[in-house]
């Protein structure tokens, strides 16, 4: 009996090493990803500087800022990573290179993303900030550890706060909990600050993708040779060339007249507009038929077919929520995994699921930096200041924090929330996850028909030539015959 329970005591530390091991190594791949990315974007002079003090300090935060945007990839991953495995036990069910892949490791690497995130949230994003800000208080030695003093004391100051506004909260709905849990701070109090700070992003999260979601087009046509129907790229090509050397020919006759400069000026733009038209039709006309007249319609229709895939199954699930009590998000504490696949098609809808769930977070990004709120955050290459790169760190937090409550409560997946991620209050009440689900599939319907006719509107326009037109003719009133003419006039 001794040696029975030795064993399993071995066995236990051996699963506990094992997957410490696992994830340990998993966030040192996401931390070197994410340290490159940011080194990408950084601005090279703040961390090259005579002063030795300021380059530590922005080296230190950037080390934090690393440690955020890893675990912001990791919630990005956690249910493709849960799916995937479930599936992968459920093809190699008596594998024994697959033993190490277990619901102990799924439930357990849940359990750090939302630590991590709670712990970045709170506590290492603010005090990121407050340390690049912070100069030491007046009197004291100067250095970094007078910085680190006050950027403690004002996230102390901003904790207290924040608890403070917290307790009123709670007060306000709950007063007998409020009373009895005042010094129950890390079982009550942090996971109601990340609950609605999950909420938060949930909300962003449904105001983001339904505007990322038609926004993709244009990025994904921006970034494919588009196919010009009834234009010719020669003609279109030797006009721009000779208006790039004209221009050219006009900048190195310029004279030294002040009124001539203010030409000048404007005269470079306009060449800069040139050279840049003249090198995306080079870029045209050296496209192969197949990626011209090929890639851009797959493309299209590729993201076209996941928009009206992800509208569909929340529809789906709108119509589960009122016959079936099961269709509602909740929590689990063991995933079982290997059991049974999480969608009715298999591995197939598993795949497709997987897609979908990264095709939403993508298309949030997008949306998120497309808004008009928040385009001064886009970061920019070899130009982004540290205070940008703490903004962006915290906002992808809280987008990639809420993508698994996101997913689960539209239905793109039927993986249940582990740990702690399914303990949030709103979850259960029906009324807010339908109309949830009632305002996505509405925002992104309207959104993708506005984006779809505008498209088409505008590419017949610019293919008929009628975007020729003087500004004083309306486009909308030109009629239909006339429109038709000029197609086939230029046909002919």
């Known amino acids: 009996m001794e040696t029975d329970d030795v064993s399993v005591r071995e066995q236990l530390f051996h699963n506990r090493v094992r997957e410490t091991i696992i994830c340990v190594l998993l966030f040192t791949c996401l931390y070197m990803v994410s340290y490159l990315i940011l080194a990408h974007f950084r601005k090279t002079a703040e961390f090259i500087t005579d002063d030795i003090e300021d380059a530590t300090v922005n080296k230190i935060a950037l080390w934090l800022c690393t440690f955020t945007l890893s675990v912001a990839v990791c919630a990005v991953l956690l249910l493709p990573i849960s799916i995937l495995s479930n599936e992968v036990l459920l093809t190699f069910p008596q594998s024994y290179y697959m033993q190490w892949l277990n619901g102990s490791l799924i439930h357990g690497l849940w359990n750090l993303v939302f630590l991590f995130s709670n ?92 505007f990322g979601l038609s926004r993709m087009f244009s990025v994904t046509g921006s970034l494919l040779v588009k196919p010009r129907l009834l234009e010719d790229v020669e003609d279109t090509l030797s006009c721009t060339s000779f208006e790039e050397d004209s221009l050219s020919r006009k900048l190195n006759c310029g004279s030294t007249s002040c009124w001539v400069k203010l030409n000048m000026e404007v005269m470079k733009m306009q060449y800069q507009t ?12 050296k496209a192969s038929p197949w990626q011209r007249n090929l890639g851009y319609p797959l493309a299209m229709l590729v993201l076209l077919a996941l928009t009206v895939m992800c509208v569909l199954m929340v529809c789906f699930n709108v119509l589960e929520l009122l016959l079936y009590e099961t269709a509602m998000p909740r929590g689990m504490e063991d995933p079982h995994l290997g059991m049974a696949s999480f969608s009715m098609f298999g591995s197939l809808g598993a795949a497709v699921q997987v897609v979908l769930i990264l095709y939403l977070m993508v298309s949030s990004v997008v949306g998120f930096y497309s808004s008009p709120l928040f385009t001064g955050l886009l970061p920019r290459a070899q130009d982004t ?33 582990l740990g702690d991620f399914g303990r949030y209050n709103w979850l259960g009440n029906f009324y807010i996850v339908f109309l949830y689900n009632m305002l996505f599939a509405g925002l992104t319907s309207a959104s993708l028909i506005k984006t779809v006719t505008w498209a088409v509107q505008r590419e017949l326009i610019r293919a008929f030539g009628l975007h020729r037109l003087p500004l004083t003719v ?19």
């Open 119 to 210: 712990l970045s949230l709170v506590f290492l994003m603010p005090f990121a900030y407050f340390f690049t800000e912070s100069e030491g208080f007046a009197g004291s030695k100067k250095g970094v550890m007078a910085r680190v003093y006050e950027a403690v004391v004002l996230l102390l100051l901003l904790s207290l706060l924040v608890l403070g506004m917290v307790w009123v909260a709670s007060a306000l709905l709950h007063d007998n909990m409020a009373r009895k849990s005042l010094y129950d701070l890390w079982e009550y109090y942090l996971p109601y600050v990340y609950s609605g700070i999950s909420l938060f992003g949930v909300l962003l999260l449904l105001l983001c993708t339904p």
């Open 474 to 492: 309306s486009r909308s009133t030109v009629p239909f015959r006339l429109l038709l003419a000029s197609g086939l006039s230029k046909i002919q």
């Open 274 to 285: 040139a050279r840049s038209k003249r090198i995306a039709l080079e870029t045209r006309r």
């Open 385 to 417: 200041n540290l205070t940008q790169i703490i903004a962006n760190c915290v906002s992808l937090l809280i987008l990639s924090s809420a993508l698994p409550v996101f997913s689960r409560t539209l239905g793109i997946t039927r993986f249940d929330l």
